[in-house]
């Protein structure tokens, strides 16, 4: 199946900080979602993106599949932001592969 | 809308035991899926169910089995559960439209199962 590797796999900021995390994934896909897993385990949907590049309010996401990578974008990070941070790819007929995550933590 | 649901939020077992993970959907989607999440890792699919009366192995299949119950329900049986299936476990569902490409819709997610076992 295909592979979706996520870097880096630990982040702290400072409130009010910007941070970049990519999400690489080796073959085509159909399609890629970000989701954010909370802390208290909630995976909450954040962007549904094949290519270009969307905004929601603090969070873009921009995906490349030609080059096959993703990219979120959190600025003027806040604590709430913190928690698990998912890519997944959709393949084949009907899959989902997830990567391990980025875990982000902002501090006050 | 409630979404995805799931029962229970939390169980613990026996190994050997067995036990039904219930899910439902109310957004009228074809598609519906089971992962588990185990720490430090993403989630693993275990089964999918493309379309009502259809079931699909996913990456991680061994142990369990699934019953596409109707369009909105999909469970997950452990028959004889083992301490290597202490893990969240997570429902999800999507409006799969065959025939248009790239097309495909998101998924969304059920709030998960906590199940330990002992």
């Known amino acids: 199946g295909i592979q979706v590797e996520q870097s880096p796999p630990d982040l702290i900021l400072q409130e009010g900080a910007n941070s970049t995390l990519r999400c690489n994934f080796s073959d085509s896909v159909n399609n890629l979602q970000w989701f954010h897993q909370n802390p208290w385990g909630q995976l909450i949907n954040l962007f549904y993106?094949?290519?270009g590049t969307k905004q929601n309010g603090r969070l873009s996401a921009t995906t490349v599949a030609t080059e096959r990578y993703s990219l979120l974008y959190i600025s003027s990070s806040q604590t709430t932001d913190s928690g698990v941070y998912f890519c997944a790819a959709l393949y084949g007929n009907n899959r989902l592969a997830f990567g391990k995550g980025n875990q982000v933590v902002v501090i006050p | 809308n409630a979404g995805v649901t799931q029962t229970p939020k939390f169980q613990v077992l026996k190994t050997g035991q067995s036990m039904t993970l219930q899910c439902a959907q109310d957004?009228?989607?074809?598609?519906m899926y089971w992962y588990r999440q185990d720490p430090g890792m993403g989630l693993r699919l275990i089964y999918y169910?493309?379309?009502?009366?259809?079931?699909d192995k996913g990456e991680v299949p061994n142990g369990y089995n699934v019953s596409r119950l109707n369009k909105r329900e999909f469970s997950l049986r452990l028959e004889s559960a083992a301490p290597s299936q202490t893990s969240v476990y997570f429902c999800a569902s999507r409006m799969r439209v065959p025939g248009q490409g790239s097309s495909y819709n998101e998924q969304f997610f059920g709030p998960g199962t906590r199940l330990t076992v002992l």
């Open positions: 957004m009228n989607h074809n598609s």
């Open positions: 169910s493309a379309s009502e009366g259809t079931t």
């Open positions: 993106i094949p290519s």
